[in-house]
């Protein structure tokens, strides 16, 4: 199933749900190719841009934690 994640991560990236409660061992398969790797841990209201290079290296571009948003 890694594999599977790993060669169709372009689609799947695409389409994941962001309320999706594994989203964290996605975003840690996809970085490091450990989906129990603890790399980032969502937070509600958090986003994380993921960007993958055309040698298929992932990297996190930037990312938005809640206690920064001010409203």
Known sequence: MN???IQHADSLSKEVD?????LSKLASLLLCGDAQR???TFKRAGVVC???FDNGVW???WMVIPEI???
Do not use: V
């Open 18 to 22: 962001p309320q999706l409660p594994h």
């Open 38 to 40: 603890d790399i980032i």
């Open 50 to 52: 993921l960007k993958r």
């Open 59 to 61: 990297s996190i571009q």
């Open 69 to 71: 948003i001010k409203t």
């Open 3 to 5: 594999l599977y994640l």
